[in-house]
Structure formats: structure tokens, C-alpha cells
């Protein structure tokens, strides 16, 4: 069973930051490549990061670059993502997700596995 757990959303004004974090079973923590996506009201979800299985690749979307960065926490097997100077534009369901038998995934089919979201909320 592949089980993925956000933590970390909540509600804060622009320019704040926010670090979330996703907890994933050991065997999905080693060997999958780990993605954030989000959901913003009225908009379909998009892709925002994504870490390597390897923790040598790792991707941002255009929206996030400068601003947000992802990581892995091998001491406390989580991945996370430190959003730096939020906007409002940032309002939205943070997802966490699972890819297999790929080193590193951009693509939302990819990902075969997601969390149930937190929601982060930017006030301006």
C-alpha cells in the first residue's frame, strides 16, 4: 500500500512563506520520483515540483521558479516544498504525488499515486 500525507498548508499574507511537507510509505520515499500539484478554485490542477527518486534531479514549474523549492528529508523520510514570497495567486490544494518506474516525472499521468491535499491560502 502506497499511502502520501500533506501537512504544512494554512492561511498567510503575500510575501509570507510556508514549508509543506509530504510523508510517504519508507518504500515510496526510496524509490519513487515525489511531485507537488496544485488546484487553485475554478482552475484545473498544474504542476508545480518534483523531486528525483535519487535525489539528484529536481524540477519547478515556470509559475514557482525563485520562489519555491523541493527537497528530500532523508533523516525524517518526508519531501518538502518551501514557498518563499506567496502571492495570492498561490491560493490553492496542494497535492503531493507518487510517480513509478521513472527516475523523474513532470507529467500529471505519471503519477500514479496522490495525498488527499492541505490547502494553503495567500491574503494580499
Known amino acids: 500500500q502506497v499511502q502520501l500525507v500533506e501537512s504544512g498548508g494554512g492561511l498567510v499574507q503575500a510575501g509570507d512563506s510556508l514549508t509543506l511537507s509530504c510523508a510517504p510509505s519508507q518504500r515510496t520515499f526510496k524509490t519513487y520520483s515525489i511531485g507537488w500539484f496544485r488546484r487553485a478554485p475554478g482552475k484545473e490542477r498544474e504542476f508545480v515540483a518534483s523531486?528525483?527518486?535519487?535525489?539528484?534531479?529536481?524540477y519547478n514549474a515556470d509559475s514557482v521558479k525563485g520562489r519555491f523549492t523541493i527537497s528530500r528529508d532523508n533523516a525524517h523520510n518526508t519531501v518538502l516544498l518551501h514557498m518563499n514570497n506567496l502571492e495570492p495567486e498561490d491560493t490553492a490544494i496542494y497535492y503531493c504525488a507518487a510517480a513509478p518506474y521513472v527516475l523523474v516525472a513532470t507529467t500529471e499521468g505519471a503519477f500514479q499515486f496522490w495525498g488527499q491535499g492541505t490547502q494553503v491560502t495567500v491574503s494580499s
Open positions: 523531486i528525483s527518486w535519487s535525489d539528484t534531479t529536481a
